[in-house]
């Protein structure tokens, strides 16, 4: 871009102060457009708020307008909650990472315990991650100790227990933690992956 293009650039417009209508406009954009909860949804209106300024007579009630945002069903935090568990454990992240990550988005003790993986899932979330990132049983050469310890320390900074990790390094090959995982299917897990 030339010098004479950028003089002619007009400068931004300060957006306008909100009131009751672009609120509401702002709510209703967020949630068409992004999966929330209703926790992050006030914090994001409350952001807005801050950013802009209100216009409007009073102050604007929030959870009002984030209670009737769940009412018409626009947000739902158990589905909120299903779809975000699923999603990081389709990535490989374990059950301490998921609860964390509900837990920043407001989502609720007793949400969280209901979406909360079971061992098979926490188990093949982790396989997935070692299998991804070359951890273990799948990597293409013998490991030295502390490229192990790291690997080791990556996967419990991914949210895996402890003795999932030590099980998934100690597996021989491929097949025996595939075993392993397969173990946990079959005590009948209450949570489908």
Same mark, same amino acid.
């Given at each position: 871009?030339?010098?004479?293009?950028?003089?002619?650039?007009?400068? #931004?417009?300060?957006? #306008?102060?909100?009131?009751?209508?672009?609120?509401?406009? =702002?709510?209703?954009?967020? $949630?068409? +457009?992004?999966?929330?909860?209703?926790?992050?949804?006030?914090? &994001?209106?409350?952001? #807005?708020?801050?950013?802009?300024?209100?216009?409007?007579?009073?102050?604007?009630? =929030?959870?009002?307008?984030?209670?009737? &945002? $769940?009412?018409?069903?626009?947000?739902?935090?158990?589905?909120?909650? +299903?779809?975000?568990?699923?999603?990081?454990?389709? +990535?490989? &992240?374990?059950?301490?990472? $998921?609860?964390?990550?509900?837990?920043?988005?407001?989502?609720?003790?007793?949400?969280?315990?209901?979406?909360?993986?079971?061992? &098979?899932?926490?188990?093949?979330?982790?396989?997935?991650?070692?299998?991804?990132?070359?951890?273990?049983?799948?990597?293409?050469?013998?490991?030295? +100790?502390? #490229?192990?310890?790291?690997?080791?320390?990556?996967? =419990?900074?991914?949210?895996?227990?402890?003795?999932? $990790?030590?099980?998934?390094?100690?597996?021989?090959?491929?097949?025996?933690?595939?075993?392993?995982?397969?173990?946990?299917?079959?005590?009948?897990?209450?949570?489908?992956?």
């Amino acid at each position: 871009m030339d010098s004479n293009q950028q003089e002619r650039k007009q400068p #931004k417009r300060p957006k #306008k102060p909100l009131d009751a209508t672009r609120l509401n406009d =702002l709510a209703l954009a967020y $949630v068409a +457009r992004f999966a929330t909860s209703a926790a992050k949804l006030e914090r &994001y209106l409350r952001r #807005k708020l801050r950013e802009r300024g209100w216009e409007g007579e009073g102050e604007p009630d =929030l959870a009002a307008l984030v209670e009737r &945002y $769940v009412e018409k069903g626009y947000v739902d935090d158990a589905v909120y909650a +299903r779809a975000k568990a699923g999603d990081l454990l389709r +990535r490989g &992240y374990g059950g301490r990472r $998921v609860r964390q990550a509900l837990g920043q988005a407001g989502i609720g003790e007793q949400v969280a315990d209901s979406v909360a993986p079971g061992a &098979y899932a926490a188990r093949s979330a982790a396989l997935h991650m070692a299998r991804k990132r070359g951890f273990g049983p799948f990597a293409a050469q013998p490991v030295e +100790r502390e #490229k192990r310890e790291k690997q080791i320390a990556a996967m =419990l900074r991914a949210g895996h227990s402890f003795e999932a $990790v030590r099980t998934l390094m100690d597996a021989e090959n491929e097949s025996e933690a595939l075993e392993w995982v397969e173990e946990a299917r079959e005590e009948n897990d209450n949570w489908d992956a």
